[in-house]
């Protein structure tokens, strides 16, 4: 079976069929991650959707994170321009909640707060919460990013 990546905006993708190559629009619910759809052709095949705003890079970096104005240590595992992903051990997060997060990497220190997006069993999702264009905490990821391989 033919598999595809489709990237999701505003709940809707626009979807070639390797087949046939007719194209069509289609809404896309919040809870699809992978779907198998067919054509009229007969043809079918497996859609991951994707939702990122931006790509994401791989990292292991030791940070912190703030909640009810105690620190608890944090292990980033993915960067974006847009927000990050890690684990947290001692303590747990709310869904759509904001906390403050601080990290340093390759000569760079973050500190912003974040937006909870998601949590899985092994990560929590967030959105970096920036204040304007050219803060100095966007700018400290922009500088951590563009160093990473």
């Not at 699809?32 to 791989?58: Q, W």
Request: aromatic residues 8%.
């Amino acid at each position: 079976m033919e598999e595809l990546e489709a990237g999701v905006k505003g709940g809707q993708t626009w979807i070639v069929c390797p087949h046939c190559k007719r194209g069509s629009g289609i809404n896309v619910p919040e809870h699809y991650v992978k779907k198998t759809l067919g054509c009229k052709c007969g043809g079918k095949f497996l859609v991951t959707f994707i939702r990122r705003k931006c790509d994401r890079k791989k990292i292991s970096v030791t940070g912190k994170i703030t909640i009810n104005n105690e620190e608890h240590p944090i292990i980033l595992v993915d960067l974006s321009l847009q927000g990050v992903s890690f684990t947290v051990y001692s303590a747990k997060v709310g869904i759509k909640r904001t906390y403050d997060i601080s990290f340093s990497s390759h000569g760079s220190t973050v500190k912003t707060p974040i937006k909870i997006v998601g949590v899985s069993d092994k990560y929590v999702k967030a959105e970096f919460v920036f204040i304007d264009e050219y803060c100095g905490a966007k700018l400290s990821v922009r500088r951590i990013w563009d160093r990473l391989l």
